[in-house]
């Protein structure tokens, strides 16, 4: 009698289906963390918008307060506050150079007896 004569094909296929679903629940898993991450980064980029949206409207009315003649220090008495400085981009304008393009001179020999350095770690 052979060995898969005295096997239950429903427990066989059970098994199966089992080690699948396993598996599909990392996927499902998967998919819902990636879908709640996706709306989070969805959500700062809106509020993101919004912040920026609102930051200009009080830029513009602060600079519409003090065309209107109140001073900077008036308002700054009454409470108010001004609006922060323009934040500079991280990105340059112009690219930087690479630190392969500038010419490095050759490092001075200072092994002693005038012969060549000897690498430390190739000895050790």
Do not use: C, N
């Not at 969805?42 to 209107?68: G, H, I, N, P, Q």
């Amino acid at each position: 009698m052979s060995a898969i004569t005295t096997l239950d094909k429903s427990a066989v296929l059970a098994r199966a289906r089992e080690a699948i679903d396993t598996r599909t629940r990392f996927v499902e898993t998967l998919f819902d963390a990636a879908t709640d991450a996706a709306a989070a980064h969805s959500a700062v980029a809106d509020a993101r918008d919004a912040a920026a949206t609102a930051d200009t409207a009080f830029e513009k009315a602060y600079r519409d307060a003090l065309a209107a003649g109140w001073a900077a220090a008036e308002l700054k008495a009454a409470g108010l506050p001004t609006p922060a400085a323009p934040r500079r981009s991280g990105r340059r304008s112009t690219p930087r150079r690479s630190k392969a393009a500038t010419p490095v001179s050759a490092p001075v020999d200072t092994a002693p007896g005038g012969g060549a350095a000897v690498d430390e770690q190739a000895t050790a």
